[in-house]
């Protein structure tokens, strides 16, 4: 640089900190400081950097958190947030954290139930990756690269736009993000035919604690195999995610059937539970579970909504439920036609079809915002009716918001994966993928505990009909009661509690992998996998 560029370069960087912190001086000013000396386009990372003391942090946040619970005033929030537009500027700031003494926080899709991409007790900043959203689908190879930023929505809207025949079997809600939700496993309507999202990844783009800039060849399959499942954050940050796309028959056939106690729903899902894991993996039927006021009785009473997807016509989806379901009493008018599987999303929450590619594509969650807490299992036997009925007394017992299930049924292509494939374990002899919600509104603190208290009782209470030894989780649906890290040192043994429930026997080369190639545990997370 010449002397004059260089004075010429003092001024802006003058201009900048002076922009940055006209106020109080911030005590991560020295992280900020650092990240625009290092960079070699410091105008173009500031305007990436927000502070509690800039306009932009404040909106930044409101429309990452996912759960309310983490909107609190007491919740911990970031003393910076960075939302890169070029890959130099990660490596800068993975440098300048370590050098000051900020913990990394990566977020893309900010669904995480436990907020663990954007609050910690500890010093951190947020890698808000937002602009990482890019979808570049291949029709003839069969394959997209996916941004970490990109939400599910946008890949399925960008995929069936290429080919409405073409599809990649991700989660259902449309706003989650990549970089998250493969990273952790990521299941929906596709996953009996074609496994999970984490299954069907064909080469990732990362970076490294070192800095580096990794894709499959240069980061190993030992890396490769950890960021299908195992938790990105305790490995590297996700730039990116070469997929498989998978073929989807143009006929498409699907039914939703609502069942109350008074029309037989005890029986049905316990019939459910026999028939759903064994079907053809052209054929899911969900089940959500939750309590209503029946219009009939004035009453309270357990709801149970039946949804599916065929790959098929009406006629032969009715036989096959007069075959295996005859109790669920399908007829072919209760059927309908999609045009192509995505609309089935927008059918699984009860929209209109004709605004699924708005909802697909909108950055505005599809749900309401709610302050919730979740849980979730696996169920290895069907659970007998005495024990169903245990779970309706209980969930008769609690105030609305009802506490609300999903059970998906596993089996066909979910049982064929082997256990060791990827992180993933809950593989054959797993039936049933159950996912437990409690919500409630309102900031008041105690109505936060009682009701964080009721869903911890029924999860006891779901604990008597699955193994328990260890009992399993899925890593996706993070749940910070089953064990968190140390702020200081966390040895292997205390993170396997919480580790082997979602890991099983992958924990071990999960560690390993760790120890290999982050030892000094840059990526740390409140349960993030700690090195040797
Ligand atoms: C309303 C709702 C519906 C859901 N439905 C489903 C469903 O149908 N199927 C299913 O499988 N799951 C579902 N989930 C769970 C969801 O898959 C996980 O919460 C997932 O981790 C969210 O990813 P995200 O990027 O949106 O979240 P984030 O909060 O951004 O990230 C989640 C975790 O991944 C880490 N991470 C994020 N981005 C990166 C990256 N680029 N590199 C490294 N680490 C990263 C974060 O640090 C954090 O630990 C649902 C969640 C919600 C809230
Ligand atoms: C976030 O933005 C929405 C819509 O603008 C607003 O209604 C809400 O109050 C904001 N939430 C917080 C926590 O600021
Ligand atoms: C769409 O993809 C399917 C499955 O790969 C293929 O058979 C079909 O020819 C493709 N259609 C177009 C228009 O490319
Ligand atoms: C409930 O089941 C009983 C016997 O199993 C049957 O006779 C009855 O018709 C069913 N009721 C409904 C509403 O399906
Ligand atoms: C599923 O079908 C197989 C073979 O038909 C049978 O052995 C098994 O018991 C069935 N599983 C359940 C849960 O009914
Ligand atoms: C009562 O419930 C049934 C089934 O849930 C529904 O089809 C019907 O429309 C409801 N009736 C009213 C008046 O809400």
New binding site residues.
């Given amino acids: 640089m010449t002397k004059s560029n260089n004075l010429a370069f003092q001024f802006i960087l003058f201009l900048l900190y002076s922009f940055l912190w006209a106020a109080s001086a911030d005590p991560h000013q020295d992280f900020i400081t650092c990240c625009l000396q290092k960079s070699s386009d410091p105008v173009a990372f500031s305007r990436v950097i927000s502070t509690p003391q800039t306009s932009s942090y404040s909106s930044i946040l409101n429309v990452t958190v996912?759960n309310l619970r983490f909107t609190l005033p007491n919740t911990p929030k970031p003393r910076v947030i960075i939302t890169p537009d070029r890959d130099s500027q990660i490596q800068t700031a993975i440098r300048c954290s370590k050098k000051h003494g900020l913990q990394i926080?990566?977020?893309?899709?900010?669904?995480?139930?436990e907020g663990?991409?954007y609050v910690s007790d500890v010093p951190f900043f947020v890698l808000n990756?937002f602009n990482y959203r890019s979808v570049s689908v291949d029709a003839k190879s069969r394959t997209a690269w996916v941004g970490?930023g990109a939400t599910l929505g946008e890949t399925y809207y960008n995929i069936v736009k290429t080919n409405r025949s073409l599809a990649f079997p991700g989660?259902?809600?449309p706003q989650?993000?990549i970089?998250?939700?493969v990273?952790?496993?990521?299941?929906?309507c596709l996953l009996r035919k074609f496994g999970l999202a984490a299954d069907n990844v064909l080469d990732a783009r990362v970076i490294d604690a070192n800095g580096r800039i990794l894709n499959r060849k240069s980061m190993g399959e030992d890396l490769f195999w950890a960021i299908r499942g195992g938790?990105?954050?305790s490995f590297?940050?996700?730039l990116e995610y070469r997929v498989r796309l998978v073929e989807i028959s143009k006929e498409l056939t699907a039914f939703r059937l609502l069942k109350t106690l008074e029309t037989n729903a005890t029986d049905l899902v316990h019939k459910w539970q026999y028939v759903a894991p064994n079907l053809s993996e052209n054929l899911l039927l969900e089940l959500s579970l939750t309590v209503i006021q029946s219009n009939q009785t004035g009453k309270r009473t357990v709801q149970a909504t039946f949804v599916t997807l065929f790959e098929g016509g009406a006629d032969e989806l009715v036989s096959i439920m007069d075959e295996q379901f005859p109790e669920l009493g399908l007829v072919k008018k209760d059927c309908i036609q999609l045009s192509s599987w995505v609309e089935f999303i927008i059918y699984f929450y009860g929209r209109p079809l004709e605004l699924t590619d708005s909802l697909l594509t909108s950055r505005v969650s599809l749900n309401p915002k709610s302050y919730f807490k979740s849980k979730s299992d696996f169920i290895q036997k069907p659970i007998p009716k005495q024990g169903i009925q245990k779970l309706w007394d209980m969930m008769l017992k609690i105030d609305f918001p009802a506490l609300l299930m999903n059970w998906t049924p596993l089996g066909a292509k979910m049982a064929e994966i082997p256990e060791s494939e990827i992180p993933f374990p809950h593989r054959a002899g797993n039936i049933i993928l159950v996912y437990e919600k409690i919500q409630w509104m309102g900031t008041d603190p105690k109505l936060m505990q009682q009701r964080i208290a009721l869903i911890r009782e029924f999860h006891s209470l779901m604990g008597e009909f699955v193994d328990n030894d260890p009992r399993a989780a899925y890593a996706?649906?993070r749940d910070l009661d089953l064990g968190v890290n140390n702020v200081g040192k966390t040895s292997v043994e205390q993170a396997r509690i919480w580790g082997a429930q979602y890991f099983k026997n992958n924990f071990d080369r999960l560690v390993k992998v760790k120890t290999m190639v982050d030892p000094h545990d840059y990526f740390k997370?409140e349960q993030s996998i700690p090195p040797l």
């Fill in positions: 996912q926080r990566i977020l893309s899709g900010g669904h995480d139930f663990s991409s990756m970490a989660g259902y809600y989650i993000g970089g998250g939700h990273s952790g496993g990521g299941y929906g938790m990105g954050a590297a940050v996700i996706d649906y997370n």
